[in-house]
């Protein structure tokens, strides 16, 4: 393994831990967001340090060996890159759907009052995310017609 996995895994834990010490240490409103770096920090910093020791260990080289084998051919598969460029695909139109859905229903929201400025903006706000999506899907796509 790559000692940059070790590092990482560090770092992580490293950024958990001091959130955890400020918020044990301080009060402020934002205090829950703290614990919840912590968490995301020091769980899976444990655990990448974790593997990282656990595939270092001599009776499991053969078997790394063989997982690194397997990762370069299933990212060379032709088939496997065709479905997840259409799984990618897929995962596109469908959040595009949801951000349309999602813009309508708080129009929808705004127009009968409810929820009076927040349904204004993120109905804006949708509206915004779904025309840049769709502009840099346009870009992407020609880029990469012209590229490949």
């Not at 063989?66 to 370069?72: D, H, L, P």
């Not at 951000?99 to 229903?105: G, N, R, Y």
Request: charged residues 15%.
């Amino acid at each position: 393994m790559k000692k940059s996995t070790l590092y990482t895994g560090f770092a992580y834990c490293f950024v958990g831990i001091t959130s955890m010490i400020i918020a044990l240490t301080t009060e402020f409103r934002l205090e829950a967001l703290l614990w919840g770096i912590a968490g995301a920090g020091i769980g899976p910093g444990v655990l990448i340090i974790g593997r990282y020791f656990y595939w270092l260990r001599p009776e499991h080289q053969a078997e790394y060996a063989n997982r690194i084998q397997k990762e370069n051919i299933d990212l060379k598969d032709e088939r496997k890159i065709m479905l997840r460029d259409k799984s990618g695909r897929l995962a596109y139109i469908a959040t595009m759907i949801l951000q349309l859905a999602l813009a309508f229903a708080f129009s929808i929201l705004s127009i009968l009052g409810y929820f009076a400025p927040f349904s204004r903006y993120a109905c804006i706000g949708l509206g915004g995310l779904l025309i840049l999506q769709y502009i840099f899907g346009i870009i992407a796509y020609n880029r990469l017609s012209k590229t490949l």
